[in-house]
């Protein structure tokens, strides 16, 4: 099975220039993991995603753990992290250079690639225009549909107390 026969079609997708308060809309509207960040051409530059939310001043939530440097001397350092804190537009919080996968990859070549990257969701793209998302919630309906076929043909039974 390919990803292009489980993926989500009907998707957002967001520009870099928006605000980050409009990303976080659209995260909660569309029940999102995260939001693939296209440029004016329609190119993936990005993805924004509910992670990039975590470390935010407006929680009174500090940024990661700096370096031992800063432990000991006591200082920050102006670092990614810290301006992604703060950051008020898309593209100073995305993360830059995808992960992503082409519309041909197999199912396996998904898992496998969302397990080293630890990511819930994958942009799906032909070309370089994203066309599908692909996560965790698309793979457990096919799974859900694999075991009601399954049932119908008389493979597996239902356990009842």
Request: with cysteine; charged share 25%.
């Amino acid at each position: 099975m390919n990803v292009s026969d489980v993926m989500r079609r009907s998707f957002a997708t967001i520009k870099p220039g928006a605000l980050l308060l409009d990303a976080a809309h659209l995260l909660l509207e569309t029940n999102q993991r995260g939001l693939p960040v296209i440029d004016s051409e329609g190119t993936l530059v990005g993805i924004i995603s509910e992670g990039d939310f975590l470390h935010r001043a407006e929680l009174d939530i500090g940024p990661p753990p700096g370096n031992w440097l800063e432990d000991i001397l006591g200082i920050e350092e102006d670092t990614p992290a810290r301006r992604r804190m703060r950051a008020g537009l898309v593209r100073e919080a995305m993360t830059p250079d995808p992960v992503f996968v082409d519309d041909e990859a197999t199912l396996d070549e998904v898992v496998a690639l969302m397990d080293a990257r630890h990511v819930a969701q994958l942009p799906v793209v032909c070309g370089a225009t994203v066309i599908g998302i692909i996560g965790r919630i698309e793979l457990l309906n096919a799974v859900a549909q694999a075991l009601c076929s399954a049932k119908q043909v008389g493979f597996g039974t239902a356990v009842q107390e």
